[in-house]
């Protein structure tokens, strides 16, 4: 096994990112624990992971579209579901409609996720690097959702529709046309 050969499924820039996949998946079990804390630090290390998975790629030429698909599934995982999952776990629904309206939102945040996931792999070619993102990224998305989970928290913010609002924001902000600078 070849762990620097493009057309190996298991190359060291596809292992990275099963590991990204990986830690996103365990957080969310820590999430349903109610371990928020270990969920965030193992969001944190994926998101390491996702950074790094990139440049190994790169620098090695392992850049193929399995990468890609790959890639843009443990974005999904990690950046769009875990962080959904984590502030609807959060959030202090005090009543049945509290939660068919949280629910409603974070589906809404999934799918603009997965969208946007599928919209910018149509758009992209294994290996570029465009100067801009069209739309938010997921994984600002998922920074933008941990940040309400620390306003919620910490009480800064403690209405749960101003956080349900600042969520379908962001949600359609992941599919619009504001331009983001890529690092």
Known sequence: MNLFDKENRFNLANIVTF?????????????QE???????????????F???????????????EFGVQLDS?????SFVVMPAFLLFYALDKESGLETLVAGAVFLYYIISGLRRLIEFNLKSEAGSVTKYF?????????ILLWVLYLLYSYRIVGNIYIILLAVVVIAYLLNSKVKIPHP
Do not use: H, Q
């Open 19 to 31: 590991a990204n996949i990986s830690l996103g998946i365990i957080a969310m079990y820590f999430i």
């Open 34 to 48: 109610g371990n928020f804390t270990v969920a965030i630090i193992l969001a944190w290390i994926a998101g390491g």
């Open 50 to 64: 996702d950074i790094l998975d990139g440049k190994i790629a790169r620098k090695y030429n392992l850049s193929c």
């Open 73 to 77: 599934f443990a974005d999904f995982i």
């Open 134 to 142: 069209e739309g938010v990224p997921t994984p600002l998305g998922a």
